[in-house]
């Protein structure tokens, strides 16, 4: 039991600390260790150079801005874990994956509240730039399978220059099995010094994949995004789509693309810890960031869209000497 504390304690430093760049994270690139003992499957990455800068894209600005009523949920989803996301089945009952000592886990539930765990592990730590993983996110695809894109990486350190954070894949027809598909965003080669990890990804309405992610780019700490035509193939999208901000997490309300996402470090944030939400009319620009609520030790929220005027916020916490768990806050628009 003692090791297992042990053990649980470092992956917890790892969660939250582990998707927030270091100051030196673009000092200490020039010392990241090589893939050379690794090649993960090839991964077709177009030049910093030939992307249009998004930022000096006019956008239209979103009408209007939400607010919900928050009300924080009784207890705890799952204790034996965190760093959640939440998916959606057709049958109507809800999976949460989340990360433990043994990688991706799962739980299920009818109401969204209390979750039972299922057996096995969904994605299991492997060698390489996968020798620890966690951060799942899923897409459902038009052939009924399922896409998970996760957070691979090569130590439990924290930060760039001390582990290096890349995003893989892996596709499910049952959302239990999943066979590996390999490499998606290549932090090492696209730009990202090392560092892409925390992958939440959405199918737009073209059918194209955009994932969100923490990136060091530019020795900057923030939310940076890429774009696939196929799931598969991804292009890094030039500029932050959110500074100072981390652990993303998108949902949509007609055509307003909304965004949760972490404060953990006030060396990065004008904000007390805690989760945030922000808006968009088209995804790429963001405005003003506005508070679930403020709290310390709180990371990686998922968000469970429940109807037009109802969401349900998962987020990993951790209040030593305690393992880390999941737990949710309920919000319905007001107005």
């Not at 989760?275 to 620009?285: A, Q």
């Amino acid at each position: 039991m003692k090791k297992e504390v042990i053990i649980l304690s470092l992956i917890t430093l790892f969660f939250i600390f582990g998707c927030a760049p270091t100051e030196d994270a673009a000092d200490s690139q020039q010392n990241l260790p090589s893939n050379s003992k690794t090649e993960p499957e090839a991964v077709s990455e177009t030049s910093p150079d030939s992307i249009p800068d998004i930022n000096n894209m006019p956008a239209e600005s979103v009408a209007g801005t939400l607010s919900f009523s928050w009300e924080k949920d009784g207890g705890s989803r799952v204790t034996d874990g965190s760093v959640p996301f939440v998916h959606s089945l057709h049958d109507g009952r809800v999976r949460l994956y989340y990360c433990n000592s043994e990688g991706v886990s799962s739980a299920i539930s009818k109401d969204g509240l209390t979750f039972t765990k299922e057996q096995g592990v969904r994605i299991s730590h492997g060698t390489g730039f996968e020798t620890q993983v966690c951060d799942p996110t899923i897409i459902n695809l038009l052939d009924g399978k399922m896409r998970m894109y996760y957070k691979g990486a090569s130590s439990l350190n924290p930060g760039p220059g001390q582990s290096i954070h890349k995003i893989f894949s892996a596709i499910s027809s049952d959302g239990l099995t999943f066979q590996k598909e390999g490499l998606r965003i290549d932090s090492e080669t696209n730009g990202d010094n090392g560092w892409a990890s925390v992958p939440d990804a959405i199918m737009l309405p073209d059918g194209r994949v955009r994932i969100y992610y923490v990136t060091a780019a530019n020795g900057e700490h923030g939310i940076g995004s890429a774009i696939s035509s196929d799931g598969l193939n991804f292009v890094k999208e030039s500029g932050l789509r959110v500074p100072n901000l981390v652990d993303p997490a998108l949902v949509k309300f007609g055509e307003r693309y909304v965004l949760f996402a972490a404060s953990i470090d006030e060396r990065f944030a004008a904000l007390p810890k805690g989760i945030y939400y922000l808006e968009s009319s088209d995804g790429l620009e963001f405005g003003k960031a506005t508070a679930v609520f403020q709290e310390n030790n709180v990371y990686d929220p998922s968000v469970l869209k429940i109807d037009e005027k109802t969401v349900r916020v998962f987020y990993g916490k951790v209040m030593p000497p305690q393992l880390p768990a999941v737990e949710s806050h309920t919000g319905r628009i007001i107005g």
